[in-house]
């Protein structure tokens, strides 16, 4: 069926790209573009018309009863009449119009497929519940991966599973009827008096079901699915059978909302939930006495629609329709009907295409649909968040919270439910929406389901632990409810939390298949009402929804972040900042070089009038894009003195290069007082490195530069900030002075009670200068200890430095620190410990290391099949910094080189220093334990 697929997608493509699709094929076209996407491009319509012809055809011949083989004429009738918009696609489809268009023989052929397949077998399994797939996701998912595996990863096409939704479900119930005086949870049949302007704009009030169900990104019917066996069984339980057709014809359909983006999941969500109403999810025994028989008129209520765009999309309209009332009544729902319930899993995307005008306004605090100011994610404690890239707050997940939020706002109460990524609960960057929804709702409640890859993350016991999803990223399930009636008289929700750890599912054998644990069984024995939860203090600046050790934070509080402890101290220069995030050149293969020959020959080129554009794209890695134009750029670097923009870079740990900087050509590093501290970055002997927060399971974000650094050189994913030890007026070597803060140096003073002075070193006995402080800084920074006894405050900002009054201890640390701060740039050198002994070509083809147990000093790092380097310690070959593996990374980055003698010495040298550092990190510890050990403020 795929394949059959791929060429209906490629022969409409090939009409059109030969400018021979029929007026019926344009019409189509113009459809798809009118009903959903005006952009939508011909490779876009074909490949979306292919999947929806599968889906539509794949729904139709599980109605297909006649005694005749199933065709393609059969597939109007025979699509559910719940879908109105399947049907009246494939009634043109099927038409005689269309039996000349040269892809209606592969439709031909699929239908012939399916019209062979035991559909008895499929309906047979239909509804045995396992815990990643039912039949129908079984078939989408896996077709979609035979289709296009790519899209399937790029859509997010995976399968909630069943327990999560389960919990979900049955914690709305629980909360519906413990909270909101429904006494019949999710199967509440009370109406409510709505308010609305007719096309007059004259006020009317309807009544209206209370409990209102959506589901803002329906996927494939999942949850919607779950809600209707639950209120199913609670029928059954109480012997209702006889009353469930006219319940849901009348209680049920009414309340029941879903809207979906992509045509393919929309079709499965008709199919499963319709089969789900005609009982087929049933043993045969009780599908006659549960099977409800949809009348002429009744539909569904999900639509093809985006919930993230205000504007009413003619959705379900096709070929010139005039608006339908399913259209209508689609408008009302996504426009303002009172839905009392908002649950589901929406889609996860750090980089949204969901950029709509409203969502974008909305994020940021003002309702384009009334004009008014309403909750904004971009402040916190009503000042901007003053982030340099939130770009997080745009992810999807992010929009859908905010317009679930908004919705239940409007209505006045209700519960939203949503299994996300767990990255909200303590990045910093989410903090004004943590407090924006502390302010909505009154109680909040957060599920930490981890299995967060990225991070490494391991249960609380050293144990595996993993994701309920296929996916690397951390998920929870967050449960926001906004009572009618507030139960206190705070203007903040309570927020309460609950870490779930471990395996996914634990079987005694893969194929017995019998449950022992698991965060599977967890779900499926709980609710929100049965799990142990523990009530959070969150509070100003981060509002976290993860729980901290109080004391610890306390203690952690007192000392200086290194935002407050570089720059000026004066908010009207440069409001006060003298640091800035490292370099971003958005084209590292053009900007940096291994040797300042190879780049003064690429910017040469660049800067040649004799040179046309043309060459400069197939020559140099540069391509026109909306960031580049060839013609444009070019003329800043003729204009510009570039000779003097070739300067040394901290590229990556212990890997210094050359680079071209010219601002006005980079993405970030290009003005303000960013380009003041570049250049004093340049000829500062002492930058410090760090970055804020980080997303690996250790904070290991420190280093030391002696030099510009770009943007990743101490951080594999987070990106460093610089911290110039020294300003330069003028950018002149000389007259510098200090870039630490004068209120923190003040504060210093009065604390260690030794005279300060403004340059270098000072005694130790009774003077420090900027250079203890800043071996002292480093020093503590590389304590084992500090690391893992603030560890959880470290992931959420800026590294803060305790303030001791110990003279002794902080002269031993500074001592230590400027050790440390020597090796890792190479002023000082440790002792070599290791050997090359093996001669050869010397180019780097395969980085692997090998250690022997028995004789340690034989561990290789091998660079290829013949040549290696001898006696690399294994605890030196694990080392990290900021993510990177400095022993594997510097080599990796010279894969295909051919390492020179000075290169081999440099590595020698750098393994050298990680072994001295390893050993200088415990002393760091053992001196503080000999002072008295943490907190160090008190020794």
């Given at each position: 069926?795929?394949?059959?697929?791929?060429?209906?997608?490629?022969?409409?493509?090939?009409?059109?790209?030969?400018?021979?699709?029929?007026?019926?094929?344009?019409?189509?076209?113009?459809?798809?573009?009118?009903?959903?996407?005006?952009?939508?491009?011909?490779?876009?319509?074909?490949?979306?018309?292919?999947?929806?012809?599968?889906?539509?055809?794949?729904?139709?011949?599980?109605?297909?009863?006649?005694?005749?083989?199933?065709?393609?004429?059969?597939?109007?009738?025979?699509?559910?009449?719940?879908?109105?918009?399947?049907?009246?696609?494939?009634?043109?489809?099927?038409?005689?119009?269309?039996?000349?268009?040269?892809?209606?023989?592969?439709?031909?052929?699929?239908?012939?497929?399916?019209?062979?397949?035991?559909?008895?077998?499929?309906?047979?399994?239909f509804g045995k519940t396992m815990r990643r797939e039912d039949p129908i996701i079984h078939f989408y998912e896996t077709f979609l991966a035979q289709y296009d595996p790519k899209l399937r990863a790029m859509r997010g096409v995976y399968y909630t599973p069943e327990p999560v939704v389960s919990y979900i479900v049955r914690s709305v119930d629980y909360l519906l009827r413990e909270h909101f005086d429904c006494p019949g949870g999710l199967a509440d049949a009370a109406t409510v008096a709505y308010s609305s302007c007719d096309e007059d704009?004259?006020?009317?009030?309807?009544?209206?079901?209370?409990?209102?169900?959506?589901?803002?990104?329906?996927?494939?019917?999942?949850?919607?699915?779950?809600?209707?066996?639950?209120?199913?069984?609670?029928?059954?339980?109480?012997?209702?059978?006889?009353?469930?057709?006219?319940?849901?014809?009348?209680?049920?359909?009414?309340?029941?909302?879903?809207?979906?983006?992509?045509?393919?999941?929309?079709?499965?969500a008709h199919l499963k939930l319709g089969m789900q109403l005609a009982a087929i999810d049933l043993p045969i025994a009780e599908r006659a006495a549960w099977a409800y028989d949809f009348a002429t008129n009744d539909r569904l209520g999900i639509y093809l629609t985006n919930i993230l765009d205000e504007a009413l999309k003619r959705s379900e309209l096709m070929f010139g329709r005039d608006i339908s009332d399913e259209a209508n009544q689609a408008a009302k729902v996504k426009q303002g009907y009172p839905v009392m319930v908002v649950l589901?899993?929406?889609?996860?995307?750090?980089?949204?295409?969901?950029?709509?005008?409203?969502?974008?306004?909305?994020?940021?605090?003002?309702?384009?649909?009334?004009?008014?100011?309403?909750?904004?994610?971009?402040?916190?404690?009503?000042?901007?968040?003053?982030?340099?890239?939130?770009?997080?707050?745009?992810?999807?997940?992010?929009?859908?919270?905010?317009?679930?939020?908004?919705?239940?706002?409007?209505?006045?109460?209700?519960?939203?439910?949503?299994?996300?990524?767990?990255?909200?609960?303590?990045?910093?960057?989410?903090?004004?929406?943590?407090?924006?929804?502390?302010?909505?709702?009154?109680?909040?409640?957060?599920?930490?389901?981890?299995?967060?890859?990225?991070?490494?993350?391991?249960?609380?016991?050293?144990?595996?632990?993993?994701?309920?999803?296929?996916?690397?990223?951390?998920?929870?399930?967050?449960?926001?409810?906004?009572?009618?009636?507030?139960?206190?008289?705070?203007?903040?929700?309570?927020?309460?939390?609950?870490?779930?750890?471990?395996?996914?599912?634990?079987?005694?054998?893969?194929?017995?298949?019998?449950?022992?644990?698991?965060?599977?069984?967890?779900?499926?024995?709980?609710?929100?009402?049965?799990?142990?939860?523990?009530?959070?203090?969150?509070?100003?600046?981060?509002?976290?929804?993860?729980?901290?050790?109080?004391?610890?934070?306390?203690?952690?509080?007192?000392?200086?972040?290194?935002?407050?402890?570089?720059?000026?101290?004066?908010?009207?220069?440069?409001?006060?900042?003298?640091?800035?995030?490292?370099?971003?050149?958005?084209?590292?293969?053009?900007?940096?070089?291994?040797t300042e020959a190879e780049l003064i020959d690429r910017v040469q080129k660049l800067a040649s009038p004799s040179i046309p554009d043309s060459v400069i794209l197939e020559t140099l890695p540069v391509r026109e894009s909306p960031y580049w134009n060839t013609t444009r750029e070019r003329m800043k670097v003729r204009i510009s003195q570039w000779q003097a923009k070739i300067w040394p870079v901290y590229y990556r740990p212990f890997d210094w290069r050359k680079i071209y900087y010219e601002p006005a050509l980079m993405d970030i590093g290009?003005?303000?007082?960013?380009?003041?501290?570049?250049?004093?970055?340049?000829?500062?002997?002492?930058?410090?490195?760090?970055?804020?927060?980080?997303?690996?399971?250790?904070?290991?974000?420190?280093?030391?530069?002696?030099?510009?650094?770009?943007?990743?050189?101490?951080?594999?994913?987070?990106?460093?900030?610089?911290?110039?030890?020294?300003?330069?007026?003028?950018?002149?070597?000389?007259?510098?002075?200090?870039?630490?803060?004068?209120?923190?140096?003040?504060?210093?003073?009065?604390?260690?009670?030794?005279?300060?002075?403004?340059?270098?070193?000072?005694?130790?006995?009774?003077?420090?200068?900027?250079?203890?402080?800043?071996?002292?800084?480093?020093?503590?920074?590389?304590?084992?200890?500090?690391?893992?006894?603030?560890?959880?405050?470290?992931?959420?900002?800026?590294?803060?430095?305790?303030?001791?009054?110990?003279?002794?201890?902080?002269?031993?640390?500074?001592?230590?620190?400027?050790?440390?701060?020597?090796?890792?740039?190479?002023?000082?050198?440790?002792?070599?410990?290791?050997?090359?002994?093996?001669?050869?070509?010397?180019?780097?083809?395969?980085?692997?290391?090998?250690?022997?147990?028995?004789?340690?000093?034989?561990?290789?790092?091998?660079?290829?099949?013949?040549?290696?380097?001898?006696?690399?310690?294994?605890?030196?070959?694990?080392?990290?910094?900021?993510?990177?593996?400095?022993?594997?990374?510097?080599?990796?980055?010279?894969?295909?080189?051919?390492?020179?003698?000075?290169?081999?010495?440099?590595?020698?040298?750098?393994?050298?220093?990680?072994?001295?550092?390893?050993?200088?990190?415990?002393?760091?510890?053992?001196?503080?334990?000999?002072?008295?050990?943490?907190?160090?403020?008190?020794?």
């Amino acid at each position: 069926m795929a394949h059959l697929a791929h060429m209906i997608c490629d022969s409409i493509n090939n009409t059109f790209q030969q400018k021979l699709a029929t007026d019926n094929l344009r019409d189509l076209y113009a459809g798809f573009q009118e009903a959903l996407l005006p952009d939508l491009k011909v490779s876009e319509f074909a490949d979306m018309f292919a999947q929806t012809i599968v889906y539509g055809l794949f729904a139709a011949r599980f109605n297909h009863t006649q005694k005749r083989p199933f065709c393609r004429h059969d597939a109007a009738s025979e699509i559910p009449s719940t879908n109105p918009f399947l049907r009246r696609l494939f009634a043109a489809i099927a038409g005689p119009d269309f039996d000349d268009e040269p892809f209606v023989g592969f439709v031909d052929d699929l239908a012939q497929v399916l019209a062979l397949t035991d559909m008895e077998a499929v309906l047979a399994d239909f509804g045995k519940t396992m815990r990643r797939e039912d039949p129908i996701i079984h078939f989408y998912e896996t077709f979609l991966a035979q289709y296009d595996p790519k899209l399937r990863a790029m859509r997010g096409v995976y399968y909630t599973p069943e327990p999560v939704v389960s919990y979900i479900v049955r914690s709305v119930d629980y909360l519906l009827r413990e909270h909101f005086d429904c006494p019949g949870g999710l199967a509440d049949a009370a109406t409510v008096a709505y308010s609305s302007c007719d096309e007059d704009g004259k006020e009317r009030v309807e009544r209206t079901p209370r409990v209102l169900i959506l589901d803002p990104a329906m996927g494939t019917g999942t949850f919607l699915y779950h809600v209707i066996a639950h209120i199913r069984e609670r029928y059954r339980q109480m012997g209702n059978v006889g009353m469930w057709s006219g319940y849901v014809r009348e209680h049920l359909l009414p309340r029941l909302f879903g809207f979906e983006l992509l045509m393919a999941p929309y079709t499965m969500a008709h199919l499963k939930l319709g089969m789900q109403l005609a009982a087929i999810d049933l043993p045969i025994a009780e599908r006659a006495a549960w099977a409800y028989d949809f009348a002429t008129n009744d539909r569904l209520g999900i639509y093809l629609t985006n919930i993230l765009d205000e504007a009413l999309k003619r959705s379900e309209l096709m070929f010139g329709r005039d608006i339908s009332d399913e259209a209508n009544q689609a408008a009302k729902v996504k426009q303002g009907y009172p839905v009392m319930v908002v649950l589901g899993n929406p889609p996860y995307s750090g980089h949204s295409a969901n950029k709509g005008q409203w969502i974008n306004d909305l994020l940021r605090g003002q309702d384009s649909q009334t004009g008014r100011k309403t909750a904004n994610y971009f402040e916190v404690d009503g000042q901007p968040l003053g982030e340099r890239n939130p770009k997080w707050l745009n992810d999807d997940y992010v929009k859908f919270i905010r317009v679930a939020q908004w919705r239940i706002e409007k209505m006045g109460y209700g519960v939203l439910a949503f299994i996300t990524n767990h990255g909200y609960l303590d990045n910093p960057t989410f903090r004004g929406m943590r407090q924006s929804l502390m302010r909505s709702f009154d109680d909040i409640y957060v599920l930490d389901l981890h299995g967060n890859s990225k991070k490494k993350d391991h249960s609380p016991d050293g144990s595996k632990d993993e994701n309920v999803f296929d996916i690397q990223q951390g998920v929870a399930i967050g449960i926001f409810v906004k009572r009618q009636q507030k139960a206190s008289s705070s203007d903040m929700a309570n927020v309460y939390h609950a870490h779930l750890w471990g395996l996914r599912e634990v079987y005694e054998t893969v194929s017995q298949r019998q449950e022992r644990g698991g965060k599977y069984h967890w779900l499926a024995e709980r609710d929100v009402s049965t799990t142990e939860w523990k009530r959070l203090e969150p509070t100003s600046p981060f509002f976290l929804f993860k729980p901290q050790d109080d004391v610890v934070r306390a203690e952690y509080e007192q000392g200086y972040k290194v935002t407050e402890l570089f720059g000026t101290g004066n908010p009207k220069v440069d409001g006060g900042k003298k640091y800035g995030l490292g370099i971003c050149t958005h084209n590292d293969a053009l900007h940096i070089a291994w040797t300042e020959a190879e780049l003064i020959d690429r910017v040469q080129k660049l800067a040649s009038p004799s040179i046309p554009d043309s060459v400069i794209l197939e020559t140099l890695p540069v391509r026109e894009s909306p960031y580049w134009n060839t013609t444009r750029e070019r003329m800043k670097v003729r204009i510009s003195q570039w000779q003097a923009k070739i300067w040394p870079v901290y590229y990556r740990p212990f890997d210094w290069r050359k680079i071209y900087y010219e601002p006005a050509l980079m993405d970030i590093g290009r003005g303000g007082s960013s380009r003041h501290v570049m250049s004093n970055a340049k000829f500062c002997p002492r930058n410090l490195m760090v970055s804020r927060g980080y997303e690996i399971e250790a904070f290991q974000h420190v280093l030391v530069s002696n030099t510009v650094a770009v943007h990743h050189a101490a951080t594999r994913k987070e990106g460093n900030y610089l911290f110039p030890l020294y300003l330069y007026p003028e950018m002149a070597l000389e007259g510098r002075h200090s870039n630490l803060s004068p209120t923190f140096i003040t504060t210093f003073l009065a604390i260690l009670k030794m005279r300060f002075i403004s340059n270098g070193k000072g005694d130790l006995q009774q003077t420090f200068g900027p250079e203890d402080i800043f071996n002292y800084m480093y020093a503590v920074f590389h304590s084992p200890t500090y690391r893992e006894r603030y560890a959880e405050f470290l992931k959420i900002d800026f590294p803060r430095l305790p303030l001791i009054s110990n003279a002794n201890l902080f002269r031993e640390l500074c001592n230590l620190g400027d050790r440390l701060v020597g090796l890792h740039l190479m002023e000082k050198f440790g002792k070599i410990i290791t050997s090359y002994p093996v001669s050869g070509n010397d180019v780097v083809e395969k980085v692997d290391y090998t250690a022997s147990a028995d004789t340690p000093e034989q561990n290789r790092v091998w660079i290829n099949r013949m040549q290696y380097i001898e006696g690399v310690p294994a605890e030196v070959w694990d080392f990290h910094i900021g993510g990177y593996q400095v022993c594997q990374k510097w080599l990796k980055d010279r894969k295909g080189c051919q390492l020179s003698f000075n290169d081999i010495n440099h590595y020698q040298r750098i393994v050298a220093a990680l072994a001295e550092t390893i050993i200088l990190m415990e002393k760091i510890d053992e001196v503080i334990d000999s002072h008295g050990g943490w907190p160090i403020w008190l020794c």
